[in-house]
Nanobody, 115 residues
């Protein structure tokens, strides 16, 4: 059974920062690559960032240089540090393990970037 709980979203002004957290009740969390996804109103869910079990990271072009993904295997936590935020970052953000037999989602956390 996989349980994912995202938190840390909120309202932030353009140029501001937020740190999202994901509590992942995943057996053997440390062996899974993990991803942050987001879904804006009227759009498909998109992959924002990934981190491998070994700590290598990758980002979609629109957030490169602004977002950082990290993980704490001992606490089974995943993080997304978002800086220099833009209105187009507004979305519901989700975390999910990669490479599982099916996709698992939590309830997501709403991020709104607006002045």
């Amino acid at each position: 059974q996989v349980y994912l709980a995202e938190s840390g979203g909120g309202l932030v002004q353009p140029g501001g920062s937020l740190r999202l957290s994901c509590e992942a009740s995943v057996i053997n969390f440390k062996i899974f690559d993990m991803g942050w996804y987001r879904q804006a109103p009227g759009k498909q869910r998109e992959l924002v960032a990934t981190i491998t079990s070994g700590g290598s990271t990758n980002f979609t072009d629109s957030v490169k240089g602004r977002f950082t993904i990290s993980r704490d295997n001992a606490r089974r936590m995943l993080y997304l540090e978002m800086n220099s935020m833009k209105p187009e970052d507004t979305a519901v953000y989700y975390c999910s393990p990669e490479g599982t037999s099916r996709r698992f989602w939590g309830q997501g956390t709403q991020v709104t970037v607006s002045s």
